[in-house]
């Protein structure tokens, strides 16, 4: 079982910034693939971004060259750096966890991207 625990949401301007982390509770090193997902309200959880154990990456569309995942092994920690924010990226963000064939959730954190 592998329990994940999100921070660093908050409420923050147009145009600002913030750093989502994921605090697991197992070795990361051996989850195949780490990866944050958002819901707004009335839609569906979205893939915003992905990291393989080897390092590769995937992005939403309407993410790309804004956000920026990491993981960190040694600290069984993940991270969503995300700059340049926009209204339309508040949400609920959630930490993921995909490791032989099965999903592992945090609780959430709220983003509200608002002036």
């Known amino acids: 079982q592998v329990q994940l625990v999100e921070s660093g949401g908050g409420l923050v301007q147009p145009g600002g910034s913030l750093r989502l982390s994921c605090a697991a509770s197992t070795n990361i090193g051996s989850i195949a693939r780490m990866g944050w997902y958002r819901q707004a309200p009335g839609k569906p959880r979205d893939l915003v971004a992905t990291m393989t154990v080897a390092g590769a990456t995937n992005y939403a569309d309407s993410v790309k060259g804004r956000f920026t995942i990491s993981r960190d092994n040694a600290k069984n920690m993940a991270y969503l750096q995300m700059n340049t924010l926009k209204p339309e990226d508040t949400a609920v963000y959630y930490c993921?966890?995909?490791?032989?064939?099965?999903?592992?959730w945090g609780q959430g954190t709220q983003v509200t991207v608002s002036s």
């Open positions: 993921n966890a995909r490791t032989f064939g099965q999903d592992w």
